[in-house]
């Protein structure tokens, strides 16, 4: 907590007024020419620059297809946990279009930074928000997946003028948030998501103000980026409150918040549960209150609630997350005193469950509790590599490919411990394993030293050149 607050202190310090200084006159005249200069060319498609603040840090925006000259858009600043930019943005450009926004992210926000680094990266990239963008200064949001849904919540909280939250796969400090700052929260995580219960906590709010601007979003999957269509709510609903709290004049807008949510409701969102469409129908009624007729997604979402079907689904999920606990717990004291092939045994066996298991919670529950094995080996795999403990991070490394096969980082952190231990061939192996899965960062692995005595072989030049662009 300690280490939270003092990460918080330093954003307030580094960040408290970026968003407001674009109000001197000589700013203003300054901002409106980098507009200019930054936009003039790049009127579709995702666009790479340079922060004026730090040249050293990069980001990436996406302008709505619908982008004129000389109007101001709300801006969406995204983090990805891997610092991947262009995922963060390719994956919601529809919606982007839909609501007219910006979207903006970065490779230098990612899993593992100190807190002064991310300081000073955040307050970079607010900057160039006010200097290099064309937004709208009073419709700034954020938003993240995993660890960078906790960076988002801690720039969001730091007194900089965030106006909204989006949080996917994490939770946020709810007793940082005092209601002003950012005006409105939205909160997801899918039922196999191992940090559902963090989301399932804020239900414990009893502030009326603060639970009428928390919206909490459900669906089926795993711990994972939210879906395009869960995305364009998070804009339908960063607009509503936008209209509602005046820094939107364009009450046309509300229609178009309408006329999303009608459709989605004709479609098959979020009606894998009840419990996840009684959420989706208190957001409807939470963002548009008093402001669109919506008196039958009222009655709906009361009708939903006091049925026993949905009372039956709540007492169903909230038996396997108290049963939950006691199994990870299990496994967690299995790390260290188990050996590697009762691991791949048990994985096998879990991964077995989870697909042929019926019930929904049932695997849901078990889902969240290998994803959360993943990130807990992960987190112990990153600190022994950095001590070089390596006969322990060897370990490690083998458990954590076995939890999670089809992770990335897995195989790229398993390439690592055999070129520690000289073994090129399965470097090799596990290279182009993690390059099937997905992992592309060529700048960090040639940055690796532990690779630097096979630069010159071509089967690992080789392996460097099939991962994907």
């Given at each position: 907590?300690?280490?939270?607050?003092l990460f918080m202190l330093l954003l307030i310090l580094m960040t408290g007024s970026l968003l407001?200084?674009?109000?001197?006159?000589?700013?203003?005249?300054?901002s409106e020419q980098n507009n200019a200069d930054s936009v003039k060319q790049a009127t579709y498609?995702?666009?790479?620059?340079?922060?004026?603040?730090?040249?050293?840090?990069?980001?990436?925006?996406?302008?709505?297809?619908?982008?004129?000259?000389?109007?101001?858009?709300?801006?969406?600043?995204?983090?990805?946990?891997?610092?991947?930019?262009?995922?963060?943005?390719?994956?919601?450009?529809?919606?982007?279009?839909?609501?007219?926004?910006?979207?903006?992210?970065?490779?230098?926000?990612?899993?593992?930074?100190?807190?002064?680094?991310?300081?000073?990266?955040?307050?970079?990239?607010?900057?160039?928000?006010?200097?290099?963008?064309?937004?709208?200064?009073?419709?700034?949001?954020?938003?993240?997946?995993?660890?960078?849904?906790?960076?988002?919540?801690?720039?969001?909280?730091?007194?900089?003028?965030?106006?909204?939250?989006?949080?996917?796969?994490?939770?946020?400090?709810?007793?940082?948030?005092?209601?002003?700052?950012?005006?409105?929260?939205?909160?997801?995580?899918?039922?196999?998501?191992?940090?559902?219960?963090?989301?399932?906590?804020?239900?414990?709010?009893?502030?009326?103000?603060?639970?009428?601007?928390?919206?909490?979003?459900?669906?089926?999957?795993?711990?994972?980026?939210?879906?395009?269509?869960?995305?364009?709510?998070?804009?339908?609903?960063?607009?509503?409150?936008?209209?509602?709290?005046?820094?939107?004049?364009?009450?046309?807008?509300?229609?178009?918040?309408?006329?999303?949510?009608?459709?989605?409701?004709?479609?098959?969102?979020?009606?894998?549960?009840?419990?996840?469409?009684?959420?989706?129908?208190?957001?409807?009624?939470?963002?548009?209150?008093?402001?669109?007729?919506?008196?039958?997604?009222?009655?709906?979402?009361?009708?939903?609630?006091?049925?026993?079907?949905?009372?039956?689904?709540?007492?169903?999920?909230?038996?396997?997350?108290?049963?939950?606990?006691?199994?990870?717990?299990?496994?967690?004291?299995?790390?260290?005193?188990?050996?590697?092939?009762?691991?791949?045994?048990?994985?096998?066996?879990?991964?077995?469950?989870?697909?042929?298991?019926?019930?929904?919670?049932?695997?849901?529950?078990?889902?969240?509790?290998?994803?959360?094995?993943?990130?807990?080996?992960?987190?112990?795999?990153?600190?022994?590599?950095?001590?070089?403990?390596?006969?322990?991070?060897?370990?490690?490394?083998?458990?954590?490919?076995?939890?999670?096969?089809?992770?990335?980082?897995?195989?790229?952190?398993?390439?690592?411990?055999?070129?520690r231990s000289g073994n090129k061939s399965r470097v090799i192996d596990f290279l182009n394993t993690?390059?099937?899965?997905?992992?592309?960062?060529?700048?960090?692995?040639?940055?690796?030293?532990?690779?630097?005595?096979?630069?010159?072989?071509?089967?690992?030049?080789?392996?460097?050149?099939?991962?994907?662009?």
């Open positions: 907590m300690k280490y939270y607050r407001s200084c674009s109000s001197n006159s000589n700013n203003k005249q300054t498609g995702i666009i790479d620059q340079s922060c004026t603040l730090d040249p050293s840090i990069q980001f990436s925006y996406y302008l709505p297809e619908s982008y004129k000259a000389g109007n101001k858009y709300p801006v969406l600043l995204l983090f990805d946990p891997q610092g991947d930019a262009h995922f963060a943005l390719e994956k919601y450009t529809k919606a982007a279009d839909q609501f007219e926004f910006i979207l903006m992210s970065t490779n230098a926000i990612k899993n593992g930074l100190d807190g002064e680094t991310a300081g000073h990266v955040m307050q970079s990239l607010l900057g160039s928000i006010s200097s290099q963008l064309p937004v709208n200064p009073n419709r700034v949001y954020v938003g993240g997946f995993s660890g960078g849904a906790r960076y988002a919540a801690m720039l969001a909280m730091s007194g900089s003028g965030i106006q909204g939250l989006m949080v996917a796969g994490a939770g946020f400090p709810v007793d940082s948030w005092k209601n002003l700052s950012p005006s409105v929260i939205i909160a997801a995580a899918n039922d196999g998501d191992m940090n559902l219960p963090e989301i399932l906590s804020l239900e414990d709010i009893k502030d009326k103000g603060q639970r009428s601007r928390v919206l909490v979003m459900r669906d089926q999957g795993i711990h994972e980026w939210a879906s395009l269509q869960k995305m364009t709510e998070v804009m339908a609903v960063f607009t509503a409150y936008a209209v509602r709290d005046s820094i939107e004049n364009d009450m046309k807008k509300l229609d178009l918040v309408m006329s999303t949510y009608d459709s989605l409701d004709r479609s098959d969102y979020c009606s894998s549960s009840k419990i996840h469409k009684s959420l989706f129908y208190e957001r409807i009624v939470k963002a548009l209150a008093y402001q669109k007729d919506i008196d039958r997604y009222g009655k709906a979402y009361a009708s939903m609630i006091q049925s026993a079907s949905y009372q039956s689904e709540k007492n169903k999920e909230q038996n396997f997350i108290k049963e939950e606990l006691g199994i990870k717990n299990s496994y967690y004291a299995a790390m260290g005193s188990k050996d590697t092939s009762w691991w791949y045994n048990e994985m096998q066996r879990l991964n077995a469950s989870i697909q042929n298991e019926k019930s929904n919670f049932k695997r849901s529950q078990l889902m969240r509790i290998r994803s959360g094995l993943s990130l807990m080996c992960y987190l112990n795999l990153d600190k022994t590599i950095k001590a070089n403990s390596n006969e322990d991070a060897y370990y490690l490394s083998v458990l954590y490919r076995n939890i999670d096969p089809d992770n990335k980082e897995a195989w790229f952190l398993a390439a690592v411990m055999e070129a993690a390059g099937k899965k997905g992992f592309n960062e060529r700048t960090r692995l040639n940055q690796t030293t532990e690779f630097n005595s096979m630069l010159g072989d071509p089967l690992f030049q080789d392996a460097v050149n099939k991962l994907p662009n």
